[in-house]
């Protein structure tokens, strides 16, 4: 469960004060399939900052399985990362590394053995339907195959919480529902899934619940079922 208690961030800049987010109260349970929408400078790359504790609130708190984000020792932070998968918008893959190792490298940081390694890799690759690819590198690949190497790498350590920030912005509209499709069955599975994107029609698409901000505050947050947003 993560929970935003009165949560508030604000960045100071030359120009004085900016307020990302104010006064935000939200609690997402486990297994939820959420939409965060909102325009640019609505506040949604701060909320997913909080949440993987890149950032911490001016005010307020978050709570993630019982620990407190805010007040949580920076030596802990990597710990509780273990627990997310991270899809970029922009793959962030290594590009001297083919697709085997960007998947594997997350497991080899946290010292998994070798065979393990191996074979939850191929498996992870196997759903995304990429084990063909497996000693590509990402100059080789379509956009759509370097998200897919992305998610798998996300999936690789069977994390709690899978985070996409923007995971269509730079691949094709067919691959953009091939990649929601993945996400959605990872929830059906049990992960919670909370997608930032820009793109209502996929919010329509695939269901489940809204939260929508505008200027740092919750204007909407409700289930949806295919209805307008």
Known sequence: MIQFKNVSKTYESNTG???ALNNVNITINDKEFV???GASGAGKSTFLK?????????????????QSL??????????????????FQDFRLIEKMNVFDNVAFAMRVTGYPSKKI?????YVLDLVGLRHKVSSFPSELSGGEKQRVSLARALVNAPDIIIA?????????EMSVEIMTLLSEINKNGTTV??????????????????????????????NVGGEV
């Not at 923007?166 to 094709?172: A, L």
């Open 17 to 19: 004060e900016s307020h």
């Open 35 to 37: 939409f965060i929408l």
């Open 50 to 66: 909080l949440i993987m504790r890149e950032d911490v609130p001016t005010e307020g708190d978050i709570i993630l399985d019982n």
């Open 70 to 87: 805010a007040n949580m020792k920076r030596r802990k932070v990597p710990y509780l990362r273990r627990k997310m998968g991270i899809v």
């Open 118 to 122: 191996k074979k939850r890799v191929l």
């Open 165 to 173: 920030d923007e995971p269509t912005g730079n691949i094709d509209p």
């Open 194 to 223: 909370i997608i930032v994107t820009h793109e209502h029609e996929f919010v329509q698409q695939f269901g489940g619940r809204v939260i929508v901000l505008d200027k740092g505050n919750v204007v909407s947050d409700s289930a």
